[in-house]
């Protein structure tokens, strides 16, 4: 079903849809691309999105995020805030083109001054998962199919990942190999 358009929860305007990003589901977004751009360029509006989502994160009501519950929150709004806004400006002055995120330079350290740095969004993602293993609870590894922490037991082996465990699941490798077995086949 197409959306005509809809008023930017923002801007109080009624607009076309091609003026609003779409959610996967096909729904539109509640503001207008051009409220949401002034946003993300303005540094104090990005710091304070960005101390919500950490703040969230930390508090792990959604259950998605077990593995940062250990992790504390060592500075304060005002001074996160502060320290964000210039740091995102000139992130974003160097990189025009990227979407930074905030990060912590020691995956085990705290939220706190002088482990907290912008990195791009592509760039963190990658160290995150990375580090998935660095967390892990003992006799455990993390599973990228599953996206959880499964036992160790159930993994095969693979020499260049961080534990020398492999990526997926044992489940999870025989469920990707009967599907591309079954695709195989119906392409016959
Ligand atoms: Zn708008
Ligand atoms: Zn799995």
């Not at 095969?156 to 025989?174: D, E, T």
């Amino acid at each position: 079903m197409d959306t005509i358009g809809r008023i930017c929860t923002k801007c109080k305007r009624w607009k076309k849809s091609k003026r609003f990003h779409q959610r996967s589901n096909g729904v539109l977004q509640t503001r207008c691309k051009r409220c949401l751009s002034k946003e993300y360029k303005d540094p104090k509006k990005w710091a304070q999105a960005a101390w919500f989502r950490i703040y969230h994160r930390l508090q792990n009501k959604n259950g998605n995020n077990p593995s940062y519950e250990k992790f504390e929150l060592r500075i304060g709004r005002r001074e996160f805030e502060q320290w964000c806004a210039v740091t995102y400006a000139e992130w974003v002055a160097k990189n025009p083109d990227d979407k930074p995120s905030v990060d912590r330079k020691d995956p085990h350290g705290h939220y706190e001054r002088g482990n907290l740095q912008i990195l791009s969004m592509v760039e963190n993602g990658r160290k995150r998962l990375f580090n998935k293993n660095l967390w892990a609870p003992p006799g455990k590894s993390w599973c990228r199919k599953c996206s959880r922490f499964r036992s160790a037991k159930l993994f095969g082996r693979h020499p260049h990942s961080m534990n020398g465990l492999a990526y997926n699941c044992k489940l999870c490798v025989s469920e990707i190999n009967r599907l591309e077995h079954l695709k195989r086949k119906n392409r016959r």
